[in-house]
């Protein structure tokens, strides 16, 4: 049984930000979210080669990224969901649904 991506890329996303916001250490964070999108793009890789797997790859960190200045507008919480709403529909769109 495959496990998809989608839901890995979004745990990692809101893993990280829990674990970095309630340990104090953001570097941790940044691990969580390391482990989740390396585990997913091995197999976006294996799904679609090298474009999807940059694709979804740049996606991801993209919305890590712009989750900060986006979450000054409209809140921490709000800020991590919708990215990581975005990243799990791309990566669903892109690699699972192919699965």
């Known amino acids: 049984m495959s496990i998809p991506t989608a839901p890995v890329v ?3 996303l809101i893993g990280g930000y829990l674990v970095a916001r309630e340990s104090g250490v953001r ?3 940044g691990v969580v979210l390391a482990a989740g999108v ?3 793009a091995t197999r976006w890789y294996r799904t ?3 474009p999807v797997a940059a694709a979804l790859t740049t996606v991801t ?3 890590f990224g712009g989750s900060h ?3 000054k507008k409209i809140g921490a919480w709000p800020s991590v969901l919708s990215v990581s709403a975005v990243s799990a529909g791309a ?3 892109l690699s699972d649904r192919h699965r």
């Open 91 to 93: 990566a669903w769109l």
């Open 38 to 40: 390396g585990w997913s």
């Open 10 to 12: 979004a745990g990692s």
């Open 27 to 29: 570097p941790l964070g």
């Open 69 to 71: 200045p986006l979450a």
């Open 48 to 50: 679609g080669g090298a």
């Open 61 to 63: 960190l993209g919305g």
